[in-house]
Every structure is written in C-alpha cells, then in structure tokens.
C-alpha cells in the first residue's frame, strides 16, 4: 500500500510539473510566500513576519502557495494549489464564501509586493483534479465581495451567531462529520432566522 500511493504521489508531480513547464507565459517567482507567521525553511525567505491588513481592518496571516510573475506585462499571478478533485460551480468567485482564497491572495499579494494582480485561481494539480484551473475574476465588484464576506464573518465572531450551516450534499466530503454528527441541517433549521441573514446571504454568492 505505501509503495501504491508513493507511486501515485509521483506521477502527480510528474504531472504537475509538466504543466508548469508547458506555461511559457508565466515565471514562477515565489512559493509559501507567508505574511503574519514565524520564518521558517519551507517558507519563500521573502515572507513578511507581519499581518497584511485588508481593507486596512482585517489583518490576515497565512501563506501563499505560489506567485508567477507573466514575462511581457509583469503582472502578478497567484495560485491556490488543490490537491482533491474540482467539486466548484460556475462562474467561481467565493462559492458561497467557500473559497476565499483567489481573492484574499490577490489583494495580500498586491499590498505585499506593490504590483498588480492580473490573475487569481485555483489549481487542482493532481490526476484526481484533473490538472484542471479555475481563474477567478479580479474586478472591482469581486474585490468587493470578498471584503463583504469578511465584514459578515466578523458580524458573526461580534455576535456570537456561528451557527452551522452547510451547504447541500457538502457534509458528504468534510471531515468534521464525526463531530457534527449527521444532523448539521436539521440543527439549522431550529436556529433563529434572524441570526441566519448574513450566512444566507453569503451562501448565495457565486
């Protein structure tokens, strides 16, 4: 079984690396580039130890997967690496508020390193994925949405209202089940709804 999977861990990079190479376009320039997190040797040595605040409120801690840099417009690319299969909808933006990521990079990448982000997506780099990519669009009413979501994350850390709410069939792929137990959307549907307004609305956002 370990030979099995090392084997399969294998031709994923294998994989993964084949498509790197074959976009020319693109030079990778940073990996694990973290802000708000201790150095650490599998971290760009580029990383900043300091929060990046978004929206000049929220301040943020994490790290980066990888950034390229495109060779004609200089521009900035931030990329989100996946390693389970594409389960997103179309169009991706914050699905719902699941993915934050592509947006919330882009702008710690832009305030980072003072260069626009032209390009922010997810790339589910393994067979299982497909190898496939999804962009998410960067304009100025997506940039906005991810910080509507922040502001109705906090409403909800400031009132106290973290009640569950999943989405349909997505307690069939997380692994917090065994603490939920199976019953997450029927405890939902005994929550008072006026504490619901903020997540109903962000679970409508594509």
Avoid: N
């Amino acid at each position: 079984v370990w030979k099995e999977e090392m084997e399969a861990i294998a031709r994923d990079l294998r994989g993964w690396l084949r498509h790197v190479a074959a976009d020319d376009a693109w030079e990778p320039r940073f990996f694990e580039l973290s802000f708000g997190l201790p150095p650490a040797p599998d971290r760009d040595p580029r990383s900043d130890p300091d929060p990046v605040r978004i929206d000049g409120r929220f301040p943020l801690r994490g790290a980066i997967d990888a950034i390229d840099v495109h060779r004609q417009t200089k521009v900035l690319r931030v990329t989100d690496h996946k390693t389970g299969k594409d389960r997103t909808k179309t169009p991706l933006v914050i699905a719902g508020g699941s993915v934050l990521q592509p947006l919330v990079y882009a702008a710690v990448a832009e305030s980072l390193l003072g260069t626009p982000v032209g390009e922010s997506r997810l790339f589910f780099c393994t067979a299982a994925g497909g190898f496939k990519q999804r962009p998410v669009l960067l304009d100025p009413a997506t940039k906005r949405l991810a910080i509507e979501a922040f502001e109705a994350i906090d409403r909800a850390v400031e009132h106290g209202a973290l009640a569950p709410m999943p989405a349909e069939g997505a307690c069939t792929w997380c692994d917090f089940r065994p603490v939920c137990g199976p019953s997450a959307a029927q405890h939902v549907a005994r929550k008072p709804q006026a504490h619901m307004t903020d997540l109903i609305w962000l679970r409508s956002r594509p």
